[in-house]
């Protein structure tokens, strides 16, 4: 039981840390200073938490569906726009900031933008600073002013240092016409996390559950071939 609560290897080299740490450091520190050039440092200063989490996201796991580009824009303006509405409705307190992200959340999954940081977003525009307060509806505007910088910088500086982002989709592995059966061996926890070692870049998933996926995804093929098999006897 002692061993479920222990961390799990990174399968990421320490040059990987690296180059994420430095594109985060600066994504958020250009995020912020072109959000100061419009609206003042304070107004930039009270975004800082948000922008530094969706940074380590969009820099350090930028192959994962929550550091998509729909991911951020989506979720911060979703994260403005809930959390400006609660404010003028319910007030600036603790509670409607913690009411504001609920509905944050429910929004997002629902628009399919997940993106943790919009949580934390949704509070912090609640909970406004006077500067950002006296902006009213227009506190928007830093708010998507700072996730598209984020995003133009990860963008630049994710494919320059050889990361491919946005993830496209996934190309099919080819199919050989003609080629005798082989039975392929059955693919192991220890398999995907060499295979992730070799890939060289962090995935938000563990071995242990790619496995499990990989089974229940076997399962569900081998139902629809009986299927298919018994449907084509009965016609």
Partial sequence: ???????????TRPSEWSRAAIGMALGTMFSVWACAQVFGMEVAL?????LGASAVLLFAVSS????QPWSIMGSYLC????????????GRTLGSA??????????????????????GLAMTLV?????????????????MLGAGAL??????????????YPKGPVEPAPVFIGSPPVT???????DLKLALAEMEQFFDVEPTELEQLIHAAEVHARRRSIGEVLASRVG
Avoid: K
Avoid at 46 to 50: D, K, Q, R, S, V
Avoid at 79 to 90: D, E, F, M, P, Q
Avoid at 184 to 190: C, V, Y
């Fill in 1 to 11: 039981m002692l061993a479920r609560w222990l961390p799990a290897a990174i399968n």
């Fill in 64 to 67: 994962g569906a929550l550091a």
């Fill in 98 to 119: 913690c009411l504001a992200a609920g509905m944050t959340v429910i929004l997002i999954c629902w628009l399919r933008c997940l993106h943790p940081p919009a949580g």
């Fill in 46 to 50: 009270h975004l800082l938490g948000p």
């Fill in 151 to 164: 995003l133009a910088c990860a963008l630049a500086y994710n494919n320059a240092t050889r990361t491919r």
């Fill in 127 to 143: 909970l406004a600073d006077p500067a950002s307060i006296a902006l009213g509806w227009h506190e928007l505007a830093p708010v």
């Fill in 79 to 90: 994260a403005g726009i809930v959390a400006l509405l609660v404010a003028r409705v319910l």
């Fill in 184 to 190: 392929d061996p059955a693919i192991t926890a220890a």
